[in-house]
Structures are given as C-alpha cells and as structure tokens.
C-alpha cells in the first residue's frame, strides 16, 4: 500500500480531492439525464474517493474489514443512484472531510472551500430535487457557478506540509457534523412541508437557529466550566488530531537508546516534536547546552523541569488539555534526557574507579617490591658472611626482577597483563619458600594433585597475606605465622595464619569489598586481591578471627 502512502503525503492532494468531487457534483447537478452516465460518474468518483480517503492516513496495511465495508457502500450508492442516497453519500463525505487532522492555514482553507461547496449542492440541489421542494432559479445559478468556483481553486492549492506522522481522524467530529447537516436537512424540509414558508427561507431560519443555539450552548457551557464548549471542542479535536503521543514517546525511548550525547538528544528530539502539525519552533536553555529549531513565532508555553528550560512555540495559544499533553511530552523527554546524563555520569565514575583502581594495585605491588629490596639491602648490610648473602642475592634478584618486569607490563600493556601465566603449585610453592626463607615464617604443604595455578593471583593474595602478618609483627614481637598449602582432587587451599591479635570488628565486614585505612600501606590489597581471585573463579576469605588465631585463605573447589 505504499501508493496510498504516497498520495496521502502528496502536495497535490487537495487537486486529488477536487478531481474526486467533480463527477459528484455532476450527477448533483443534473447535467446529464442519462442514468448510465451518472453512474459511470459515481464510479469514478468511488474510485478517486477510495484513494484519498483521510481515513487511510497512508497506513501500509489496509484492513480488509472496513475497506469491504467502503467498498459495499460507494456499490449501493451507484447501484441505487437516487438523489436521496446520494444526498446521504455526500453528507458523508463532507463528515468524512471535516474528520481529517487540517491545522496549517492552507489545509483548513482547503477544507472550508471544500465544506462550503459540498453543503451548497446538498442543501440548494440534491435535498429539494429529491423531495420536490422549490429553490429560486436565480439562488440555483449562483449556487451551481460558486461551486464550481470554489472547486476550481482547489486546484492549485498545494498541501502546505508533508504528514510526517500518520494519525487516525477524528471519527467522533465526523459524526458530530453529519448529526448537523441532518439536523439543518430536517428542520428545514419539516418547515416547507408544515408551514407555508418557502424552502429557501426555512433553510436560512435552520442554520439560523443551529448558529444561535451554538452561542447560546457555548455561553452556557462557559458559565458552568469557565471555558466554552468551542474552546474545549477545539482543543480536544488538537489533543486527538495534533499530537500522535504514541509515537512521539516511542521515538523518544528509541533515541534514548541509541544517543549519546544529552545535547544531541535534545536536540533530535524537538526535530520529532515538529512533526506535531500545532507546533511552530521549539527553544531550549540547559546544563548541556542551548539551540532552537522552527519558527519562534506566534504564541509561547514555557515548561522548565530541572536544569532544563523550554519553549513551545504555536499559532494557536497553548493553554488547557493542550498545554498538560504538551508539558506531559516535555516530561517524558526529560526523564530520557536525565537518564542519558545518569548514564554517562555512571560511566564516567567506573572509568575514572578503574583508573583508581589500576593505578593503586601497581603502586601496591611497587610498594611491595620497595619492601622487598629494602630488606635485601639491610640483609646486606648486617651480613657477616659475604657467601651466605651472595647466595641469597643471587636468589631473590631474580624474583624481584620478574615481578617488577610483571609490573610494568600491566602498566605498559594492560590487554597483555590480563593473559594469566600459570605455574605448577609444587614450582610456585618453592619459589614461595625461597622468597621468604630466613624470616621466621613456618611452611607446610600436602600437595596431591599438582595442577597449573594462576601465578599473578596466588603471587598477589600471598604477599598481601604475608607483609600484612610482618607488619603485625612489628608491634607483636612473638607472633608466629604459620604458612598451608593443601591441594588434592577436592580442590586447593591456600592460608595464612598467626597467633596475634583478631582483626577490628568495624573492618572485618567491608575487609574484602572496598579500600580500607590502613597504617602501613594504601588499604587497597586485600580489596583488589579479593576482587582478583573472584574473578578467576576462587575465594578470598577471612576464615577464623578470634584471639590467638587469624586466618585468611584463597580457596577454589573443583
């Protein structure tokens, strides 16, 4: 159906319109006495008016139960071709007419010209030819040249703005015209036929009467509401017609996903909100910027919701139910807008906790290996036997070496540090052994089953483990370590343990899970430990914290 689409979006539609009402008014008119060729006509005018039907709104699937339902009615109409029928099919279009979303100023030009002509020639032709009812030849003639008149200029007259989005007429407004024309129909054929007032005079006395009962229904309308009913009509027909808020919101949720930038959706979203035929220009003043898009003219609605300030700009004035669904869209888009800033806020926090985070694991580790040559050059410097201290140099240069190689290739490329190297337990216990030999630490192991283990973790949790007991040790002279390793097919252990003083009860909760104060060091080793083995599938854990025995230990079942 994209060839409806097309002319419902055409800027020659309203010529469309005026070549789909000439062959009605033709057989209206009567000027030809023949009945095939007013129903040739009436075909060609069923056909035309099937394709601009407002009712489509350049919809890409037509339902078939309602074009059947057409279909079977513009049938009965050239299959009965009586005035009375047509009389009733052209009160239909004229509702059908009234019915569809005009707002710019050509359009509803458009639509009046084309009300006019259609209410002409059903109430000084079709209605009186119909029921025999005279009209003044002269009112006749005239009536017959205006119409064609008013169709002519419809020829030129362009559709001032593309529909860009496609909405249902108002079925309700429709329904309410087609009640009108049959009430002024009649009122006025009941006056000729019971009183002796000619046809034309009870024409003009029934649209008389419905203009004042329209005033005296408004006034009254306003005294109960404060408003008038024409207003409240009129601002419900634009509520309906003007604003398609399913979707402008489905817009609005699809840019929040794909957009970036605050600015930039704010700024694609009023693009969207142009599409809405009430709205001229849109102004806009926040934290990420300013712009305008439109033309700022005409009257202005103010809606401010947080740091954002905006401005809607309209030919009609914007205030009522159009003003609450205008500040409503408004809201949605800056609830979207705000998440969008949320999100970026996040992001920027985890960019800015990770760098934090790298960046005090390396100085951890550097601070370690600080630690590590500063006992080997105090070894050396209380050393009585030049053999024993070139051996254990000789030893621990190379571990040192590499774990300050390891270091700066996290530092240097950080994708590369994240390739794990994996080591024996039996090789990574030795090593572990060799690093500390001769400061009072007790190692035992039950190694079963020697599997690969991740170097860097089990390197990492053992020096925090490790310097954090040696740190204690400073203030508890006599505290023992004590160093386990058990592996088997149940899984691996790993502890750490020492007869000193318990861990503070207002750290043990968040000992593992954030950076805490520490005396000796950044209190971020635990934490990054933690969150290290974690996601290499172990268990870093306080396991006993009492009096004369703390215990950590990094665990992985199989």
Known sequence: MNFLSRVYQSQWRNALLALTLFPLLVVAWNWSDSAWINRSLLVVHSALFIVWMPFWLGELQIRMQPSWLLVAICSLVVAIAHPIVTSVWLALVASMVVGEPFQRLLEKTAQTITLSLLAITLFITLIPRSLELSVPPTVEVAAEFLCFGLLVSLLPMLQARKHQNLRQGDIILSLLFFQVLSTVAMASVIIDLYSSIPYFEALLSSLAAVCVAAVLLNLGWRRVTGTGALSFFWKRYLLVLGSPFETVLVKFSALAKTTQSPGDY?????????????????SWHAASGRGDVGELTGYSLDVEIAD??????????????????????????????HAIKRERSLAHRAHVQAVYETGARLTHDIKNLLQGLQTLAAAGEHSRDPAAFHALFMKQVPHINERLTTTLRKLTEPQQGQRERQLKLSEWWEKLQQSYKGRDIQFSSSIELDAPVPTELFDNVAENLLENARNKRIEQRRLEITVELAANADGVVFSVADNGSPVPSNKVDTLMSEPVTSEFGLGVGLYQAAALAEHQGYRLELETNVPGMVCFSLSKQR
């Open 308 to 337: 954002l300030s905006v401005t809607l700009y309209s030919d009609q004035e914007l205030h009522g139910n159009l003003a609450m669904h205008a500040r409503l869209l408004v809201h949605l888009m800056t609830h979207f807008y």
């Open 266 to 282: 704010l700024k694609t979203c009023f693009h969207e909100m142009l599409s809405l035929d009430w709205l001229n220009g849109v």
